[in-house]
Nanobody
Framework: QVQLVESGGGLAQPGGSLRLSCAASGFTFSSYAMSWARQAPGKGLEWVSGIYSDGSHTWYADSVKGRFTISRDNAKNTVYLQMNSLKPEDTALYYC?????????????WGQGTQVTVSS
């Protein structure tokens, strides 16, 4: 079955960095787009970034553009989110999502999430 396991969250200071990882299994990873989304306390789900199955195209929410970088290693079945210049408003539970196709056509599975807290 599809499994998505996020890791790398934690506590960071404003201006700091974290790198999230999502290890995928149970499907042909290289055939599907992957995304990251987040949910802050009391707020709805916000899609943060996405990447095509072959890594040829990426997308970022305006709120993270220029600070976050998504990447993937299809040989390791892993997608990453490098988060730099972190702000307190980046505090959220971050989810890894599997796309329904090779490009941005929606998502059908997500992991349990990894908590990111940005605070001094």
């Amino acid at each position: 079955q599809v499994q998505l396991v996020e890791s790398g969250g934690g506590l960071a200071q404003p201006g700091g960095s974290l790198r999230l990882s999502c290890a995928a299994s149970g499907f042909t990873f290289s055939s599907y787009a992957m995304s990251w989304a987040r949910q802050a306390p009391g707020k709805g789900l916000e899609w943060v970034s996405g990447i095509y199955s072959d890594g040829s195209h990426t997308w970022y929410a305006d709120s993270v553009k220029g600070r976050f970088t998504i990447s993937r290693d299809n040989a390791k079945n892993t997608v990453y989110l490098q988060m730099n210049s972190l702000k307190p408003e980046d505090t959220a539970l971050y989810y890894c999502l599997k796309g329904t196709g090779s490009s941005f056509d929606g998502d059908d599975y997500w992991g349990q999430g990894t908590q990111v807290t940005v605070s001094s």
